[in-house]
């Protein structure tokens, strides 16, 4: 089945430094991912939308010059915090919407662990 | 509109036991339900689906009924056990416009105990 990759699983970082998370789709290409931020016992709240070869769409009250997204091809999508502070915590999960499949079908990255200090 | 209802928040059952989890959504243009389960510190997983075109679909012990009329779903865990013990996500999504993206539950822990 469709896998995606998600790198690092889990980041440390100093405030006010930049933090990058990759996306991958291992086999299968991947037009659109979702990028969401989950915090503890809470539900998936989306953040973007990345298509591939364009600008992303974020979701409202979502800073796009904070969360920088970037689909260069259609294995691989990356988000970039920039300049972290620890509200910025948070388990930040990717989806991957293929070629082929459902509208909504999706399948979904482990997850990465940002932990700003 | 677009908002998915999920309930219970939580939920313990016991190991043999029946889980049932339940949603309710909105947006008549939603035309896709997927169920995700969710390990701490893990990305949720697809669990089961169902399209508005059926009122049950089973897949081992996970069953999806719904009704389109009253526009509920539900998640049904037969013969629960202990390694089902995880969070739940019930989604919606449709094609077109504002449904073309996956809306979640609120989620459901789930239980299950010796």
């Known amino acids: 089945g469709a896998v995606v990759s998600q790198h690092p699983s889990r980041v440390i970082c100093k405030s006010g430094t930049s933090v990058k998370i990759e996306c991958r789709s291992l086999?299968?290409?991947?037009?659109?991912m979702f990028w969401y931020r989950q915090f503890p016992k809470k539900s998936l709240m989306l953040m973007a939308t990345?298509?591939?070869?364009?600008?992303?769409?974020?979701e409202q009250g979502v800073e796009k010059d904070k969360f920088l997204i970037n689909h260069a091809s259609l294995t691989l999508s990356t988000l970039t915090v920039t300049s972290a502070h620890p509200e910025d915590s948070s388990f930040y999960i990717c989806?991957?919407?293929?070629?082929?499949?459902?509208?909504?079908?999706?399948?979904f990255g482990a997850g990465s662990r940002l932990t700003v200090l | 509109q677009q908002q998915v209802k999920q309930s219970p928040q939580s939920l313990i059952v016991q190991k043999g036991g029946i889980s049932i989890i339940n949603c309710a959504y909105e947006?008549?243009?939603?035309?896709?339900f997927p169920w995700y389960q969710q390990f701490p510190g893990k990305g949720p997983a697809l669990l089961i689906a169902?399209?508005?075109?059926?009122s049950e679909k089973k897949e081992g012990r996970f069953t999806i009924s719904f009704n389109k009329s009253a526009k509920q779903f539900s998640l049904h865990i037969m013969d629960s056990q202990p390694g089902d013990s995880a969070t739940y996500f019930c989604?919606?999504?449709?094609?077109?416009?504002?449904?073309?993206?996956?809306?979640f539950g609120t989620g459901t822990r789930l239980q299950v105990t010796l």
């Open positions: 169902i399209r508005p075109d059926v």
């Open positions: 947006n008549t243009a939603f035309d896709y």
């Open positions: 086999d299968f290409q991947a037009t659109t």
């Open positions: 989806s991957a919407r293929g070629p082929g499949s459902g509208a909504n079908v999706l399948t």
């Open positions: 990345s298509n591939e070869g364009s600008k992303a769409t974020y």
């Open positions: 989604a919606a999504g449709g094609n077109t416009g504002t449904a073309s993206k996956l809306t």
